[in-house]
């Protein structure tokens, strides 16, 4: 009967212990989106599907073949508050397509989780903008300048009676608005509870608002909206349609220039292949490294990738977590990146790779 005891004692101790929250994250392979294709329920800014991914006006749109992936990589738990359970972790640490991160890596003491969160949404609103710079850039194509756009707006704001997604910034309180910068020091420079004047431009009408603001965390005025600019070009206009809430972080940027790209080039530069790959970009083509290399390399292979490019910085990483199936490509830069996919479709192997 002792010995009987001590198993039913041991059994609920080790299953308390594999319950205990861990100080760790795991990554995962997450979902694949096709830059040439539309965008999946839930990653539009509207929360709707079947638009286009990029949608382009002001000059032909080339028919397209083949497929261009993002992707990306899910992070659980999916909330800086949650944590960890150790069962969770040792699964995991025996996955060849998961990685385990100390918690902090993901979220820095301190932050909370909508910091995190808010931190993740600018950096793919940035990188959609970069992203659109330099692809036309690539292309040929003069920026004229850039004007600042609303991105989001806070539910339970004064603005959000009036502002919506989308909006252009034109002018506030009579100062014209070149830089997402101006806005905010012309916001803060009043008390919180006053008003600002704006005039957006929504579609082609400008509107005049008399917005109140809300006092921040840092007992400054707010309006309660995130803004960031966009480059504009002569006779061409890129937007790109998918919700920076729904995929965040930076290293979305290469595809989607990729796939702006592959819409504006004769014929594509797919050569109707699927490819798949990551990297950040800036607006001079230069290609960045990312994390999650491990995982993104294992979602291109489920969605049936044939090529995958990537940073050359995580070429090593690619390059153990790639079947030999894969081709893998090494960039540095939005044009080599071109080059190399070209080099592809013409069934050339001179082209650099992992």
């Known amino acids: 009967m002792t010995f009987g005891v001590a198993i039913v004692l041991f059994v609920g101790l080790l299953i308390t212990a594999v319950r205990i929250p861990v100080p760790y994250v795991v990554l995962a392979p997450g979902p694949v989106t096709d830059t040439l294709g539309t965008i999946p329920r839930g990653e539009a800014t509207d929360g709707s599907a079947g638009g286009p991914v ?53 979220c820095p003491p301190g932050e909370s989780s909508q910091v995190v969160q808010q931190h ?29 756009f609303i991105e989001a707006v806070a539910p339970r704001v004064p603005a959000a009676s009036v502002l919506r997604e989308g909006d252009e910034v034109v002018s506030a309180n009579g100062t014209r608005i070149a830089r997402p910068r101006q806005l905010l020091d012309i916001v803060q420079a009043v008390k919180p509870g006053s008003v600002v004047s704006l005039v957006v431009k929504r579609g082609a009408v400008h509107r005049p608002y008399r917005v109140r603001t809300t006092r921040g965390p840092d007992g400054k005025a707010r309006l309660g909206v995130s803004v960031a600019s966009r480059p504009t070009f002569n006779g061409i206009n890129v937007t790109i349609g998918i919700d920076p809430t729904a995929i965040q972080g930076p290293s979305a940027g290469t595809a989607l220039a990729l796939g702006i790209i592959d819409k504006l080039t004769p014929g594509g530069i797919t050569g109707g292949r699927t490819i798949a790959g990551t990297g950040t970009i800036d607006r001079a083509g230069k290609v960045g490294p990312i994390g999650g290399i491990q995982q993104k390399v294992a979602a291109a292979v489920e969605a049936g990738a044939t090529v995958f490019f990537a940073p050359a910085s995580e070429c090593r990483d690619a390059k153990a977590a790639a079947p030999s199936s894969l081709t893998l490509v090494s960039v540095t830069t939005l044009h080599g990146a071109v080059q190399a996919l070209e080099a592809i479709k013409s069934g050339s192997s001179a082209f650099p790779r992992c």
């Open 54 to 106: 990029i949608r382009i006006s002001g000059a032909k749109v080339e028919r397209t073949s083949g497929h261009l992936y993002l992707t990306t990589v899910g992070v659980l738990p999916g909330s800086c508050s949650a944590h960890l359970q150790l069962v969770d972790a040792i699964k995991a640490w025996f996955s060849s397509t998961k990685t385990v991160e100390p918690h902090q890596v993901q």
């Open 120 to 148: 993740g949404i600018d950096e793919m609103a940035q990188s959609q903008n970069d992203a659109v710079y330099a692809a036309l850039t690539e292309l040929g194509y003069k920026s004229t300048g850039s004007r600042v």
